[in-house]
């Protein structure tokens, strides 16, 4: 390989790998630049006073408070659904489970992690199909078939990253608790989930984010364009990811359009948000338990 | 806990269950495969839509392949050390940028320009759709490679470096052959997260069902299909081939993981001289 060819090809990369960077930058910037006029309370609230919106007084129609309050709710639910089962699964999967179990689980988890986002949503909604075949009545797409949807879709992440996590711990810290006579359990909670803990919520922060921008998930189990206010449980929601879509392809002014831009802006910074939230998490609290 | 994961398992092929069951009950499966759909005429042949997948699918890849090697070796190599560190950060940060905010700023961005400049249809076509899908799968991919090319034994690296190698030889000669089954995973897993992709594909690729003849054309995917027809209407047969589509992406989707298993039991001859090198680390 003579010189010449050299640079080219790191040249090459140096292209290709400022690509990235590159559309990364002008996707900010025509966010900014499109959507950054329409950025002000009047998007989130309309003309409703904004602590009349919050505390329930008054009804949003044309705003984004309605699409917020729906994704933050279907995140909660996600999480409260979700959690208490991805740690545990992820403590039994790297503490208790022998190596075939390990290896089955394992791949199905794998497996669940890689199923396209909407084939869990395609189960969701034939389970509400199902549903509707055995109790007839009104159970058609709602918030909780959404949630449950969602949390099976973050449950392989959060098992994952609570394994990787534990599985990363030395065997010298974890062999003191027992030689001190803990018992496995007390060692596990006392210990071993302790000493790791930056990096499960780092995990669980991540999953928060994915819950978050899903959308082909809430598409086929219960989002709709125009639901309201929030109310039960059993009933179809507005989301911030589906509004998005619905106004990409459904717009007919361009005051709805602008709307559109700023809510891909507000979205985009939720994102951006929470990953510098885990990214601190990891940060600050490796920090602390270093010292 | 055991209990608890139990549970889990069979809530998990309870759902499997759910999803295959109507084909099942159905039993026309294999008059799926033909190519014309037209609900009118009683056709519902799903193969436009697995084409389509697929040619979106390699076409991402292709895209998006050099890409990713590119940042890859940049952010391993090449690059002074304080961009290394920003790079992989904003790579991270990449991958948890919402889908849905791709295809938004894309129809309202680069439809236009495929418009005016490059196919001068609507704009909305197969080749659109998989230029999104490259960058939106490219992170997935730069991640793997970066772990993959940081993995390459330690001594290796050492013995090269003092033999007078260059970065580029180093990279062409030790790095990219030694790594190469990450290399391959990572790409494997590009193209389950290209394949599994649906709102690109609903929002740029045109959604048309006829076979398309060039990649300038508009096309469907399985994916965009299962969210056109559910938001359509709950009948009948047309109903029906949603779960094919399903069951299809499913399949591929246990053949793509199986085969990275089988790749990472081939790595693992690797994985010994791994240890040996992290242990021999100050």
Redesign the interface.
């Given at each position: 390989m003579n010189r010449a060819t050299e640079r080219g090809l790191t040249l090459l990369c140096w292209l290709c790998g400022l690509l990235p960077l590159a559309i990364l930058c002008i996707v900010i910037c025509y966010l900014l630049v499109r959507g950054g006029s329409s950025l002000n309370l009047a998007l989130i609230f309309d003309r409703v006073p904004a602590m009349d919106a919050l505390l329930g007084h008054q009804q949003v129609f044309d705003g984004l408070f309605p699409a917020l309050c729906g994704t933050t709710m279907l995140v909660l639910l996600t999480l409260a659904l979700a959690l208490i089962p991805g740690l545990c699964g992820g403590i039994y999967l790297a503490e208790y489970a022998s190596p075939l179990e390990r290896r089955i689980l394992g791949l199905l988890f794998d497996i669940i992690a890689g199923l396209p986002s909407i084939v869990i949503g395609l189960a969701g909604f034939s389970l509400s199909i199902l549903l509707h075949r055995l109790f007839p009545g009104r159970f058609g797409p709602c918030m909780l078939l959404s949630a449950m949807a969602l949390a099976f879709l973050i449950l392989p992440y959060l098992v994952r990253s609570t394994q990787a996590a534990l599985n990363s711990i030395p065997q010298s810290l974890r062999i003191t608790g027992p030689a001190l006579g803990a018992s496995k359990l007390q060692n596990i909670l006392l210990v071993l989930l302790p000493s790791r803990i930056q990096d499960i919520i780092g995990g669980i922060i991540l999953a928060i984010g994915r819950a978050a921008e899903d959308t082909a998930v809430i598409m086929l189990t219960g989002a709709v364009a125009s639901a309201g206010m929030f109310r039960s449980l059993l009933d179809q929601y507005e989301a911030l990811p589906f509004y998005i879509y619905y106004i990409s392809s459904q717009y007919t002014d361009a005051e709805e359009l602008q709307r559109g831009f700023g809510a891909a802006l507000v979205l985009f910074t939720l994102c951006g948000l929470i990953f510098l939230l885990a990214l601190l998490v990891e940060q600050g609290f490796s920090r602390r338990w270093k010292r | 806990?055991?209990m608890?994961?139990g549970l889990?398992?069979i809530a998990?092929l309870c759902?499997?269950a759910?999803?295959g069951?109507?084909l099942v009950e159905n039993g026309r499966f294999f008059a799926l495969f033909s190519t014309t759909w037209s609900p009118h005429a009683q056709a519902y042949g799903i193969l436009p839509m697995i084409l389509g997948s697929l040619r979106i699918t390699v076409l991402a890849l292709l895209f998006s392949l050099?890409?990713s090697?590119?940042?890859?070796?940049?952010?391993e190599l090449?690059?002074p050390r304080p961009l290394r560190r920003l790079?992989l950060?904003?790579?991270?940060?990449?991958a948890?940028?919402?889908?849905?905010?791709?295809?938004?700023?894309a129809?309202?961005?680069l439809v236009p320009l495929m418009r005016e400049y490059l196919i001068f249809g609507s704009g909305f076509s197969i080749l659109t759709a998989s230029l999104v899908l490259a960058?939106l799968i490219?992170?997935t991919m730069?991640i793997f490679f970066v772990n993959g090319l940081q993995s390459v034994p330690r001594s290796y690296c050492h013995a090269v470096d003092s033999l007078g190698a260059?970065?580029?030889?180093k990279l062409?000669y030790l790095l990219l052959p030694q790594a190469y089954p990450s290399l391959l995973i990572g790409v494997i897993?590009g193209l389950?997260r290209a394949?599994?992709?649906?709102?690109i594909s609903?929002?740029l690729a045109g959604n048309s069902v006829a076979l398309p003849e060039s990649v300038a054309e508009s096309g469907r995917t399985l994916?965009a299909h299962?969210?056109l027809v559910?938001?359509a209407d709950f009948s009948s047969m047309e109903f029906t081939t949603?779960?094919a589509c399903?069951l299809i992406?499913?399949l591929f989707?246990?053949c793509?993981?199986?085969s990275?298993?089988l790749l990472d039991r081939f790595g693992t001859r690797g994985a010994q001289h791994r240890e040996m090198s992290t242990e021999s680390r100050p």
């Amino acid at each position: 390989m003579n010189r010449a060819t050299e640079r080219g090809l790191t040249l090459l990369c140096w292209l290709c790998g400022l690509l990235p960077l590159a559309i990364l930058c002008i996707v900010i910037c025509y966010l900014l630049v499109r959507g950054g006029s329409s950025l002000n309370l009047a998007l989130i609230f309309d003309r409703v006073p904004a602590m009349d919106a919050l505390l329930g007084h008054q009804q949003v129609f044309d705003g984004l408070f309605p699409a917020l309050c729906g994704t933050t709710m279907l995140v909660l639910l996600t999480l409260a659904l979700a959690l208490i089962p991805g740690l545990c699964g992820g403590i039994y999967l790297a503490e208790y489970a022998s190596p075939l179990e390990r290896r089955i689980l394992g791949l199905l988890f794998d497996i669940i992690a890689g199923l396209p986002s909407i084939v869990i949503g395609l189960a969701g909604f034939s389970l509400s199909i199902l549903l509707h075949r055995l109790f007839p009545g009104r159970f058609g797409p709602c918030m909780l078939l959404s949630a449950m949807a969602l949390a099976f879709l973050i449950l392989p992440y959060l098992v994952r990253s609570t394994q990787a996590a534990l599985n990363s711990i030395p065997q010298s810290l974890r062999i003191t608790g027992p030689a001190l006579g803990a018992s496995k359990l007390q060692n596990i909670l006392l210990v071993l989930l302790p000493s790791r803990i930056q990096d499960i919520i780092g995990g669980i922060i991540l999953a928060i984010g994915r819950a978050a921008e899903d959308t082909a998930v809430i598409m086929l189990t219960g989002a709709v364009a125009s639901a309201g206010m929030f109310r039960s449980l059993l009933d179809q929601y507005e989301a911030l990811p589906f509004y998005i879509y619905y106004i990409s392809s459904q717009y007919t002014d361009a005051e709805e359009l602008q709307r559109g831009f700023g809510a891909a802006l507000v979205l985009f910074t939720l994102c951006g948000l929470i990953f510098l939230l885990a990214l601190l998490v990891e940060q600050g609290f490796s920090r602390r338990w270093k010292r | 806990m055991a209990m608890g994961s139990g549970l889990l398992l069979i809530a998990i092929l309870c759902m499997m269950a759910v999803l295959g069951w109507p084909l099942v009950e159905n039993g026309r499966f294999f008059a799926l495969f033909s190519t014309t759909w037209s609900p009118h005429a009683q056709a519902y042949g799903i193969l436009p839509m697995i084409l389509g997948s697929l040619r979106i699918t390699v076409l991402a890849l292709l895209f998006s392949l050099p890409m990713s090697i590119g940042t890859a070796c940049l952010a391993e190599l090449l690059a002074p050390r304080p961009l290394r560190r920003l790079l992989l950060v904003t790579i991270r940060f990449m991958a948890g940028v919402p889908t849905v905010v791709y295809g938004f700023v894309a129809v309202f961005l680069l439809v236009p320009l495929m418009r005016e400049y490059l196919i001068f249809g609507s704009g909305f076509s197969i080749l659109t759709a998989s230029l999104v899908l490259a960058v939106l799968i490219a992170p997935t991919m730069i991640i793997f490679f970066v772990n993959g090319l940081q993995s390459v034994p330690r001594s290796y690296c050492h013995a090269v470096d003092s033999l007078g190698a260059r970065p580029m030889q180093k990279l062409i000669y030790l790095l990219l052959p030694q790594a190469y089954p990450s290399l391959l995973i990572g790409v494997i897993l590009g193209l389950g997260r290209a394949m599994g992709d649906t709102l690109i594909s609903l929002m740029l690729a045109g959604n048309s069902v006829a076979l398309p003849e060039s990649v300038a054309e508009s096309g469907r995917t399985l994916t965009a299909h299962i969210a056109l027809v559910i938001a359509a209407d709950f009948s009948s047969m047309e109903f029906t081939t949603i779960f094919a589509c399903g069951l299809i992406l499913s399949l591929f989707t246990v053949c793509l993981i199986v085969s990275i298993r089988l790749l990472d039991r081939f790595g693992t001859r690797g994985a010994q001289h791994r240890e040996m090198s992290t242990e021999s680390r100050p």
